[in-house]
């Protein structure tokens, strides 16, 4: 059995090394997460709000833009408007235990072609602990 | 019971083969996925992301088709136990997370995952049982 699961685990490696290089939606090696100090010394950070609109309208981060998956389409053009190449993007959504920054920083990257796109580590609790 | 085992190991392997290749063909989203467990280093997800669809895939696919049928079985129940170990943590931590098992299809949360994998290592644990009895 030993000599069986080698041999498969063996298997399974070489189209994974394939698709490290050349799988066109292979992850980047980079770690996008930051912390809120990290983000706030990016003076001209474009910061992004992947929460509810309702979440977005009762408090954002000053200068934030909404953008989540399910107004995605008719809120898109004014991000665009507001990028570019240069500013680095930050997104956040609810909490540490949220998933839709992580989903809205992926859809930058490969519908918008957005590079330095960044998810914001515990979202917009970690930002409301630090300024309260 | 040959049969149904039999029939019991192509289920299973079809299983696996389906949910690796729906997580081989969009690894970043699933990078993404694995990372929203929060258990792994970003490195260490990126590894997963790429290396984990494809052991699904070519244990499931041995699994289908009968060859090194221990191996994969073996295996299979190895990766299912790590699979409810990351559900289990998730949940005793109240994260709201997709489970990331088969992309982004099927309901949000994680309950429903939970006990879908239950029943395949149920399936698996019978299966192993069955082949280190067997005489070789």
Redesign the interface.
Known sequence: MRRQIVALLLLALAPALLAAFFHPRRPSWRTDEITVAVAQSWKDALWLDARPRDAFEHAHVPGALLLNEDEWNDLLPAVLDAWNPDRNVVVYCSSLSCQASRDVARRLREEAQFSRVFVLQGGWEAWEKTHR | MKCFARILGIAVGAVFLIAGAMK?????????DV??Y?LL???S??MV???L???E???GA?LVFGI?????I??CTGLMLVFIGALISAKL??????CGCFGHTGPHGITWPLLRDALLLAALLFLLFRE?RAPR
Request: aromatic letters at 12%; proline letters at 5%; zero cysteines.
């Open positions: 081989a063909w969009n690894p970043a989203q699933f990078a993404s990372q929203n929060r280093t970003w490195t997800v990126v992301a790429l290396y669809p494809w052991l895939i070519v244990s041995a090194a049928r221990r191996g994969s073996a295996i931590r109240g994260l709201d997370i997709d280190t």
